[in-house]
């Protein structure tokens, strides 16, 4: 039986987070999400994939709730799983209803609001140089 993680939300059972293949079933994850304690602060969060140079977390958000500005070394992509979201970076507006993808370059500055109940998984790249 795998071992309890510490985190934010409720302790989680160590899962594999690197290795040749790793496949996951996203609505399994956003349902466990959305069962932990730490939904009801309005959100919760899961790395699914950490490399030094590579990184996949899915988030979950509670319909109004707020991601404040901030930026990422790597460049990223947000791409909405269930949902609507919208992403202001460097002035600039991007509705993403589910289905929809955007990417930013490194370092802009950008936040995330959910207009509904959402999922939006968060892939982020760092340049050899930069991993960490």
């Not at 969060?45 to 990184?55: E, G, I, M, N």
């Not at 404040?68 to 947000?78: K, T």
């Amino acid at each position: 039986m795998p071992e309890p993680q510490a985190g934010r939300g409720a302790a989680r059972a160590v899962e594999a987070t690197a290795g040749p293949f790793l496949t996951f079933d996203l609505a399994e994850q956003i349902r466990e999400l959305r069962q932990e304690p730490y939904w009801q602060s309005g959100r919760n969060a899961k790395t699914l994939v950490k490399y030094d140079d590579f990184r996949i977390v899915l988030t979950v958000l509670h319909e109004g709730a707020i991601l404040h500005e901030h930026h990422a070394a790597g460049r990223i992509s947000v791409q909405t799983v269930e949902g609507h979201i919208r992403m202001r970076a460097e002035g600039r507006d991007f509705d993403l209803p589910c289905g929809h993808v955007v990417v930013l370059d490194r370092e802009l500055t950008h936040d995330i609001t959910a207009l509904k109940e959402s999922a939006f998984l968060l892939t982020i790249a760092w340049p050899p140089e930069a991993a960490r």
